[in-house]
């Protein structure tokens, strides 16, 4: 994912544990999926990680260094 840097650099990270990092878009990024503005990118650490989610979102995926990294977009 050639912006995942920009991603890193811009957006806010809000949490961090040992499965995931998640980043708040706190800059109005575009999705590199769909190009709409993501609400949070999650960047997971591990080839397989099970998210539990409290809201409904949509979700659009990339991949960073083998990576899953998830695009959540409120409804
Ligand atoms: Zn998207």
């Not at 993501?38 to 397989?48: G, L, P, S, T, Y």
């Amino acid at each position: 994912m050639e912006q995942f840097e920009k991603y890193v650099s811009s957006a806010t990270l809000r949490e961090e544990n040992e499965s995931i990092k998640q980043y708040q878009n706190t800059v109005g990024l575009a999705c590199p999926a769909c190009d709409q503005p993501f609400d949070d990118m999650v960047v997971c650490k591990d080839e397989h990680t099970s998210l539990n989610q409290t809201i409904p979102l949509d979700i659009c995926t990339g991949v960073e260094d083998g990576k899953p990294v998830l695009f959540t977009h409120k409804p």
